[in-house]
């Protein structure tokens, strides 16, 4: 399994959750990086494929001048070619996160397996890998007038109740664990470790609410 | 992969449950696929996936045990049978594609699930087995969710206790099919559903049985809906510093 990003955008910027090594640089992990101010590009499932198509074709051959959407347009293209001329089959993602000059929002992904190819455009959230889970929750608990801070609650949320589910492990590793933001104005930054670890506690608390408040659902003579 | 699968374990009995949606083919999905079947009074069969040769797996199951009753009379013995027959059905819906010209993409699974009571170990016991290999698990003490499971898994560690009774756990297996069904477009259709209790043995429940369980459901979907809203919309504020 790759690892896991999810993404969920709000009025006032996007919430990003990212399975992923923390380095030793805090605003580094392998497989998320800026390509201008208001783009940022993700990718996942393998990695080290993910790193190669970056440098060998995307920084090299792609206008990294222009927005999110232009950049993800060209990238496309030169991935499919690059993936049909030297047959791979991956499994390869990428996700773009980032802003058109007009402040608009925008979450694109390609993806690619075997021999299918897909590109998507995301809203309000996108997911690295498809788990029917992650749309599940974010359908129950998205509003769309919802801040970005909750939106970081939620990812959060999204992202941990996946991994319990996934691997069957309820030990959250903060090692791997990163939130970020994407504001309009601000740019892309992430959460510090005493930042994310507060929001994944302040989501144990809620789980636990959860299942004290559902604990009557289904008993005898209710 | 199709279908929403499970076999839940009461403390007084088994759940099989499953949708009934096929998709793939020619047309989209269709909502009437036949996907579990009674194998004897204590024995159930379930299977996902591929529509066709499953059914011929679960149905041709049931005309073994009928056909040798002395033999194949406990739990055991049945899925020790039980394999040959589903990889049987698997191999011969694979010969006819392929004697058809058809390619079998390589992401097809079927599976099929076996649950009862096992009089001879005077325990309920369930057992899967999925293509390509299809080699028994088996799963003494736990439950089995196979196929689009994620959403129920979800819901099962939040809703489900052990000393849960085999009615209580026939709402909850409802409740899990209906709220995979409206995220999931592949897990839909009229609910199947049978009931494994040492008294009573393999009882299929009738569709006005589940229409009834679906109505009494109704409170629980705007309830859970409106815990897990609250969750996220109480007012405490987040603080904390975004940056190093």
């Known amino acids: 399994m790759g690892n896991m990003i999810v993404g969920i955008q709000t009025l006032n910027g996007i919430a990003i959750a990212v399975e992923s090594p923390r380095l030793a640089d805090p605003n580094v992990t392998p497989n998320v990086i800026a390509l201008n101010q208001d783009t940022v590009l993700a990718y996942h499932e393998t990695l080290s494929l993910g790193e190669h198509m970056v440098e060998a074709i995307l920084r090299p051959k792609v206008d990294l001048g222009g927005d999110v959407v232009s950049i993800a347009t060209q990238a496309d293209n030169l991935f499919k070619g690059f993936v049909g001329q030297n047959q791979m089959t991956g499994p390869i993602g990428f996700l773009f996160f980032g802003y058109t000059p007009s402040g608009q929002g925008a979450m694109l992904g390609w993806f690619h397996a075997g021999d299918q190819t897909r590109t998507t455009r995301f809203f309000p959230f996108c997911m690295s890998r498809s788990c029917s889970l992650v749309g599940y929750l974010v359908k129950k608990l998205y509003t769309p007038d919802i801040s970005l801070s909750k939106a970081l609650e939620l990812v959060a949320y999204v992202m941990t109740q996946s991994r319990i589910v996934l691997t069957g492990t309820t030990i959250m590793e903060y090692d791997q664990f990163n939130l970020a933001v994407f504001h309009p104005d601000q740019g892309f930054c992430w959460l510090s470790k005493g930042a994310t670890e507060s929001i994944v506690g302040r989501n144990e608390e809620r789980d636990r609410a959860l299942r004290i408040k559902c604990a009557e659902l289904f008993i005898e003579g209710d | ?244």
């Open chain 2, 1 to 244: 992969m199709m279908t929403l699968a499970m076999a839940l374990r009461a403390y007084d009995g088994l759940v099989l449950a499953t949708d009934s949606r096929a998709t793939g083919g020619p047309r989209l999905s269709v909502d009437t696929s036949e996907k579990f079947l009674q194998v004897n009074r204590d024995i159930g069969v379930m299977t996902y996936g591929l529509a066709g040769p499953g059914y011929t797996g679960i149905s041709r199951l049931v005309e073994t045990v009928k056909s040798k009753r002395e033999e194949l009379t406990y739990f055991r013995p049945i899925a020790d049978a039980a394999g040959g027959v589903f990889r049987g059905a698997y191999n011969e819906w694979l010969d006819t594609e392929k004697q058809a010209g058809r390619e079998v993409p390589p992401g097809l699974t079927i599976g099929f699930i076996l649950g009862g009571y096992d009089s001879a170990a005077n325990q309920f016991k369930i057992s899967h087995w999925e293509s390509p290999e299809f080699r028994e698990r088996q799963f003494p003490d736990g439950d089995l969710l196979a196929a689009q499971w994620y959403i129920a898994r979800f819901l099962l560690n939040k809703l489900f206790y052990p000393e849960i009774s085999v009615e209580q756990l026939s709402e909850l297996a409802v409740f899990l099919l209906v709220e995979t069904a409206t995220s999931e477009p592949t897990v839909g259709g009229p609910l199947q559903l049978a009931t494994i209790t040492l008294s009573q043995g393999f009882q299929r429940l009738h569709e006005q049985d589940i229409n009834e369980i679906l109505r009494r459901n109704q409170k629980r979907f705007c309830l859970f809906r409106k815990v897990l809203l609250n969750i996220f919309t109480d007012e405490t504020p987040f603080v904390a510093s975004w940056r190093q």
